[in-house]
């Protein structure tokens, strides 16, 4: 499946945070930090830019899919 070009990071975490089970820990300047703690505690930060950069969008879904011990197609597939 072909990346988001035009995602932003507030649609990312919302995405992250009603679908993949973390929550919103809190804010530092423009990063979002979601922490989750199933199966394994997690913290993740999440830049609150339009767009988010492709490289950044590919760690941010390499952690997650890690994490969640999912493949990435099936979160690119949540958003």
């Given at each position: 499946?072909?990346?988001?070009?035009?995602?932003s990071?507030?649609?990312?975490?919302?995405?992250l945070?009603?679908?993949?089970?973390?929550?919103?820990?809190?804010?530092?300047?423009?990063?979002?930090?979601?922490?989750?703690?199933?199966?394994?505690?997690?913290?993740?930060?999440?830049?609150?830019?339009?767009?988010?950069?492709?490289?950044?969008?590919?760690?941010?879904?390499r952690?997650?899919a890690?994490?969640k011990k999912v493949?990435r197609?099936a979160i690119?597939?949540?958003?």
């Amino acid at each position: 499946m072909k990346l988001p070009r035009d995602i932003s990071g507030r649609h990312l975490v919302r995405s992250l945070c009603r679908q993949w089970g973390y929550r919103q820990v809190h804010q530092v300047g423009s990063h979002i930090i979601l922490q989750t703690d199933l199966p394994e505690h997690h913290r993740l930060s999440v830049p609150d830019h339009t767009p988010l950069r492709l490289g950044t969008l590919i760690s941010i879904l390499r952690a997650v899919a890690q994490a969640k011990k999912v493949d990435r197609e099936a979160i690119l597939n949540s958003l």
